[in-house]
Each structure stands twice: as structure tokens, then as C-alpha cells.
């Protein structure tokens, strides 16, 4: 990847490759906000994780600590930060709820505040307790496999559905449908 930015050790505008400078060959800053942005992945629900995965370890193979022991101090900066930075995105990204909040935030909607997630759905609430309860009363392996299988195919639909509204921007359908995922994310995460 090639770009025109401002160089920290040479001061001037210059062509940087792979994120290093043509000039001087230092490291430079990623410049990239988003997760999305920061793996130059397309702004969908759905992402390819395998792709994500490539572009993970080529980042972390350019920024990583390790490769910047004997550098300059602002290059371990640089690499210290950056290597957090593609960390905690690569996390985010792989996280199926925290995918909307980033995507609601994109696309300038306001995602549902962290403890505020009421259902206000009766039907819905009414599924996520009998799930729950069947959970705690599980009594042997078969039948955790049985509601783990169960969630991980419930999981797999409300993702299709929330991926077709961004697609169609219906953000309330997306918030509801958040509220869901979450749950079913804890009920799963309990699971295991
Ligand atoms: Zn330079």
C-alpha cells in the first residue's frame, strides 16, 4: 500500500510503503480510526473472517515490538501503539455485537448505551428466559450440545437478518435484533 503523509523524522510529505517512509525507512503512525478502515475491510455486518485473520498477522508482522528493539525510541512508540491499536480492532471486529456498535457509529446512528438493553419485545423476552432456563437445567453433555447447536444456528440467522437491515438501513430492526444477539452472545459464552 502507497501514500503521501507527512514523514515524523523527515518533516516533509513523503511516499510511504507499507508503512514505512521511501526516504528514511521509518516506521510510520497507521493514521486509521475505524477497525474497519485500520484492515481496509469493506463496512458490511458479515465480514470474511479469514481475510480479517490475513490482514491481522500482516499488520502485526509490520508493527510488532519485537521487530523495533534496536530502533529509534519514537519507532517504539509507534509500534507499541500500533500494535495495541490492531489488537483491540481485531477484537472488535471479530465480536459480533460490538460489529454494530462500530457500524451504527459509521454510518452516524447512536448505538443502544451499554446497560440499557431492555427488551421490548414480550415474545423475545419470553424466548430468552425459556433458553435460559433450559440452561440451568441442563443434566449431561447431549443436552448441552443440543441448546449450544441451537443458539450457534439462532446466532447464525439473526446475523443474515441484521446484515440484510444494514443493507437496508432499518436501524430500529437492528437495534432490536442487537438486544437479541447479546443475549444469546452471554447465553452462549456461559455455555462453554
Ligand atoms: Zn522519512
Given amino acids: 500500500m502507497e501514500v503521501i503523509i507527512p514523514c515524523w523524522n523527515c518533516q516533509t510529505d513523503t511516499k510511504v510503503v507499507d508503512f514505512r517512509c521511501s526516504i528514511c525507512n521509518k516506521i510510520q503512525n497507521i ?46 512508540e509507534i509500534s507499541a501503539y500500533e500494535s495495541s491499536n490492531i489488537n483491540n480492532a481485531y477484537n472488535l471486529l471479530l465480536n459480533n455485537v460490538d460489529r454494530i456498535k462500530i457500524l451504527l457509529k459509521l454510518k452516524g446512528y447512536k448505538a443502544n448505551p451499554n446497560n440499557e438493553e431492555s427488551f421490548t419485545d414480550k415474545d423475545l ?17 447431549n443436552e448441552k450440545v443440543k441448546i449450544k447447536t441451537e ?12 446484515n440484510s437491515n444494514f443493507e437496508k438501513e432499518k436501524i430500529p430492526e437492528i437495534k432490536n435484533l442487537s438486544v437479541k444477539l447479546s443475549y444469546l452472545e452471554k447465553i452462549k459464552k456461559n455455555l462453554n
Avoid at 423476552?125 to 453433555?141: A, D, F, G, K, T
Fill in 31 to 76: 493514521r486509521k480510526t475505524n477497525p474497519y478502515d485500520i484492515f481496509n475491510l469493506k463496512q458490511c455486518y458479515l465480514i470474511d473472517n479469514e481475510e480479517l485473520e490475513i490482514k491481522y498477522f500482516q499488520l502485526q508482522n509490520i508493527f510488532h515490538p519485537d521487530k523495533f528493539i534496536n530502533s529509534a525510541e519514537k519507532e517504539k
Fill in 125 to 141: 423476552l419470553e424466548e430468552i428466559m425459556e433458553l435460559q432456563n433450559r440452561c440451568m437445567s441442563i443434566e449431561n453433555e
Fill in 151 to 162: 443458539i450457534i444456528e439462532k446466532i447464525r440467522i439473526i446475523e443474515l437478518e441484521i
